[in-house]
């Protein structure tokens, strides 16, 4: 009776916040692993000069393209072990990738971009666990706005135009903390359509699956910023 007037049962509570607390954990556990391979290829300037000069960094960013749509589509087809060693593997080539990104910023600007997107983050996340509004019926306006926006990036490779680097970051900021509020909102509705009790392999997947969209925003969002507010070298 509760669950059909839109209230949760104690059981259902606990296992909502449990799964919410589970995507945090693994999100901050794949976010802290990227930036420890981060700081370790940023202590030696000559591994990323490497990673340029052998072209390495094309077959790392292809592989890292191809194992999150892999782990995107089959995540529920998989073992929970090999589901999280898919996404720390994927935290780990995200963080030599991203570490070709922030050697050309200051370390200052980085740690004060890192402050504003997690402040961002959390603003938009709670925005989305306290708002009475569906989010759902943006998702598809954001998807047609993340693909312009990856055909507008990869335009801009070829024209270098200042103005499109600008209005492509600000484009990518507001996408992006849309996303956040949308994957947040969507994890917790996929948390509430649980029927009370759910099998430890398929809590896991799901863990993962909510952890990889939440760390793809994030991850995405503070690139974006830093393009706005990072200082170059």
């Not at 306290?130 to 926006?149: E, N, V």
């Amino acid at each position: 009776m509760f669950e059909k007037a839109g209230y949760l049962t104690p059981e259902r509570a606990v296992k909502e916040r449990s799964l919410l607390r589970n995507v945090y954990m693994w999100m901050t556990g794949g976010l802290a692993f990227t930036g420890v391979v981060s700081l370790w290829m940023l202590s030696d300037p000559m591994r990323i000069a490497h990673l340029f000069q052998s072209h390495l960094i094309w077959v790392i960013f292809i592989g890292k393209l191809g194992l999150v749509f892999f782990l995107s589509a089959r995540i529920m087809k998989m073992s929970p072990q090999t589901a999280v060693l898919a996404f720390i593997t994927y935290s780990g080539l995200t963080g030599v990738t991203l570490s070709a990104i922030l050697f050309a910023y200051t370390t200052a600007s980085i740690t004060s971009t890192l402050f504003i997107t997690a402040g961002t983050f959390a603003g938009m996340s709670l925005y989305a666990m306290t708002t009475k509004r569906d989010l759902s019926s943006i998702g598809s306006y954001l998807m047609m706005g993340l693909i312009g926006l990856i055909i507008a990036s990869v335009v801009n490779i070829f024209l270098g135009s200042s103005t499109l680097h600008w209005l492509v970051s600000f484009a990518g900021v507001l996408i992006f903390c849309g996303l956040v509020a949308y994957d947040t909102q969507h994890i917790l509705k996929m948390s509430r359509n649980f029927s009370g009790s759910i099998a430890d392999e398929d809590y896991m997947r799901f863990s993962i699956l909510g952890a990889l969209k939440l760390y793809l925003d994030f991850i995405n969002l503070f690139i974006f910023l830093l393009r706005i507010f990072g200082q170059r070298r």
